[in-house]
């Protein structure tokens, strides 16, 4: 069993920043993709940004350039800085661990940017 425990989320204004941080723990196998999904109200959870142990990463269009995502697999973190933010990206932040075919979730943690 895997838990997964976000932190760093909070109001903000248009063109602010934030960190958002994920700490995992349980039963990790060592080769994994941790990132990051979020879900605005009346929307679908969509991707944002995933890293896999080697470094390997994928970014949601809309974020490119402003989200930087990264690990650190000594201490099974995953961070999100965010860069320039919309109000479009106002949304509960949902921290993800995938092992193979399986996925964890967290229990999500609030992005609000204000115009």
């Known amino acids: 069993q895997v838990q997964l425990v976000e932190s760093g989320g909070g109001l903000v204004q248009a063109g602010g920043s934030l960190r958002l941080s994920c700490v995992a723990s349980g039963n990790i196998f060592r080769i994994n993709t941790m990132g990051w999904y979020r879900q605005a109200p009346g929307k679908q959870r969509e991707l944002v940004a995933t890293?896999?142990?080697?470094?390997?990463?994928n970014y949601a269009d809309s974020v490119k350039g402003r989200f930087t995502i990264s690990r650190d697999n000594a201490k099974n973190t995953v961070y999100l800085q965010m860069n320039s933010l919309k109000p479009e990206d106002t949304a509960v932040y949902y921290c993800s661990l995938r092992i193979i075919s399986s996925d964890s979730w967290g229990q999500g943690t609030q992005v609000t940017v204000s115009s």
């Open positions: 890293m896999t142990t080697g470094g390997s990463t």
